[in-house]
């Protein structure tokens, strides 16, 4: 199994990124999908799921609003455009997939049962 997030850089406060994650290695309809992100001295935080089963959606208070997470069955399974960013944003995002039907109503369980390389994001003020 492999998961790899794309897509990260450096932007200032107020632009927008948008990450992509390469999955390979499992059955993409068996799992749900997600986002999480760990900053430095922080705790991981589950910021984003989406369900394959119903197309259901989590996000966390911290990005609802500014993110949007959408997936497709191709090589990229999962997106999250990010908007007005946020110097609080920055941080190591990582693309997670766990097996089950619907996200919980935290999101993705922490740890989830796969994760890959994650992608930078700095948002400067």
């Known amino acids: 199994v492999q998961l790899q997030a794309f897509g990260g850089g450096l932007v200032q406060a107020g632009g927008s990124l948008r990450l992509s994650c390469a999955a390979s290695?499992?059955?993409?309809?068996?799992?749900?999908i997600g986002w999480f992100r760990q900053a430095p001295r922080k705790e991981r935080e589950g910021i984003s799921c989406?369900?394959?089963?119903?197309?259901?959606?989590y996000y966390a208070d911290s990005v609802k609003g500014r993110f949007t997470i959408s997936s497709d069955h191709a090589k990229h399974p999962v997106y999250l455009p990010m908007n007005r960013l946020k110097p609080e944003d920055t941080a190591v995002y990582y693309c997670a997939a766990d097996p089950d039907d619907y996200c919980s109503a935290y999101g993705i369980p922490l740890p989830p049962y796969y994760w890959g390389q994650g992608t930078l994001v700095t948002v400067s003020s």
């Open positions: 989406i369900s394959k089963s119903d197309g259901s959606t």
């Open positions: 290695g499992f059955t993409f309809d068996d799992y749900v």
